[in-house]
């Protein structure tokens, strides 16, 4: 099963066998720890639930340590639900397996699921890239204005609009990655490009698949 969940560490650089320096992204990847298993006839759905890091037992409800019992206490809980040439890999595992960046391997393509940065409220110009309007023709602090929003027909105004409003904290999902290298003993991955969010981001990673 090729599922990680890792927290987001620092930028860097990485260079090739061939020389060349390639941005790549740091990650603390796993161990995550199998806390449960969906089936199609209890629960409507396959799925592995997944735990990773650490957390004080008094921050986590009673009902949730009486589910996980002797697995640990965990600050994460993700399910991943398996594709479709996956369901014999899936069907071996069991509850208390564990899943290192040892399912990885240097080349390998990979998906990658984040949360962005928060940006908090922002104008038209960074939110959409509006160009604002001229310094000149009569004009004296409108540079960044967002300019009209309605229109005299519908005397309203239309949904979808573009206008300033709240920006980042989104769920962000990145495509055409490949893990350049894999560090077993530190539990670290290396990926290329960069990903969402800021310095430990929860980061979901998995396999592409064609």
Do not use: W
């Not at 720890?33 to 037992?57: I, N």
């Not at 697995?71 to 809980?77: A, E, H, I, S």
């Amino acid at each position: 099963m090729k599922y990680l969940l890792a927290t987001k560490e620092e930028m860097t650089q990485y260079f090739s066998p061939d020389g060349k320096c390639v941005a790549a992204t740091l990650l603390s990847a796993g161990p995550v720890t199998v806390t449960a298993l969906k089936t199609k006839e209890r629960d409507g759905y396959r799925a592995v639930q997944l735990g990773f890091g650490t957390q004080l037992p008094k921050r986590v409800n009673k009902p949730q340590l009486g589910a996980l019992k002797e697995l640990g206490v965990f600050k994460y809980l993700r399910e991943y639900r398996p594709k479709t040439n996956e369901e014999a890999a899936i069907a071996e595992v069991k509850v208390g397996d564990k899943v290192t960046v040892d399912a990885f391997a240097p080349g390998d393509d990979i998906v990658i699921t984040g949360t962005s940065k928060g940006k908090g409220f922002q104008g038209v110009v960074k939110r959409h890239g509006f160009h604002g309007g001229d310094r000149t023709h009569g004009q004296k602090h409108s540079e960044r204005e967002p300019g009209s929003i309605g229109a005299t027909g519908p005397q309203k105004v239309l949904k979808g609009t573009r206008m300033a409003g709240r920006m980042g904290g989104d769920t962000v999902t990145i495509k055409g990655l490949k893990v350049l290298a894999v560090d077993p003993t530190n539990n670290l991955l290396l990926v290329s490009g960069a990903i969402p969010g800021r310095r430990g981001t929860l980061i979901e990673i998995s396999a592409a698949h064609a």
